[in-house]
């Protein structure tokens, strides 16, 4: 059936750094991919999206870019800060309501 | 705007008793809602879909005489967990669908956490 791979599950980075997460999806009919980020105890919250007609898309400190000929879709944080530490989720709009999200990434910066 | 609220934020209930969780789209119409699990570490499992004004469809595996749900209005779904026991226990979100271009946006509540003693 329709996955999403997210990789890598944790990332270390040190503070002002970049991070990078990056997401592999599986059926080629896929046209929205939204990353969210979930905070300990609380619910995930969409943080940046690209739709498929879109290659590359920024956000102050984030970017998210596709690449559809490769089903791959990546999420870059800049200048990395210590709020940014958090889980993060990518996931596929596959169409009839149905969203399929990857495993999650533990994000730590550190200070 | 796309806030999406959820009652009660932490629910402890003994073992045998029903606990019923509501979900609000506070700002905007959802087409669809939806009830996630999710434990410790762990992606989102998605539980249900539903409709507004028709019966919820259940993923495999997620007993809907236990899981109940009812999607009232376009605004208001609620999660009934009937005669809970301990590995109910969970982190549960629910989500609700904006129409937006050729897609859906979802918009994800704050999670309840339940607790079965």
């Known amino acids: 059936g329709e996955n999403v791979e997210q990789h890598p599950s944790t990332l270390s980075v040190q503070e002002g750094d970049s991070a990078v997460i990056k997401c592999t999806y599986s059926?080629?009919?896929?046209?929205?991919f939204p990353w969210y980020k979930q905070e300990l105890g609380k619910g995930p919250q969409l943080i940046i999206d690209?739709?498929?007609?879109?290659g590359e898309k920024k956000d102050q400190r984030i970017a998210v870019t596709l690449n559809k000929t490769a089903k791959h879709f990546s999420l870059h944080i800049t200048e990395t800060q210590p709020e940014d530490s958090a889980v993060y989720f990518c996931a596929s709009y596959t169409g009839g309501f149905k969203t399929i999200f990857g495993a999650g990434t533990r994000l730590f910066v550190k200070a | 705007g796309a806030v999406v609220s959820q009652h009660p934020s932490w629910v402890i209930c003994k073992s045998g008793t029903s606990v019923k969780i509501e979900c609000r789209s506070l700002?905007?119409?959802?087409?669809?809602m939806f009830w996630y699990r999710q434990f410790p570490k762990q992606s989102l499992m998605l539980m249900a879909t539903?409709?507004?004004?028709?019966?919820?469809?259940?993923e495999q595996g997620v007993e809907k005489d236990k899981f109940l749900i009812n999607h009232a209005s376009l605004t208001l779904s609620t999660l009934t967990v009937t005669s809970a026991h301990p590995e109910d226990s969970s982190f549960y979100i629910c989500?609700?669908?904006?129409?937006?271009?050729?897609?859906?946006?979802?918009?994800f509540g704050p999670g309840t956490r339940l607790t079965v003693t």
């Open positions: 700002d905007f119409q959802a087409t669809t």
């Open positions: 989500s609700a669908d904006r129409l937006a271009l050729s897609s859906y946006e979802q918009y």
């Open positions: 539903s409709n507004e004004g028709s019966k919820a469809t259940y």
């Open positions: 690209i739709r498929s007609n879109v």
């Open positions: 059926d080629s009919a896929s046209n929205y």
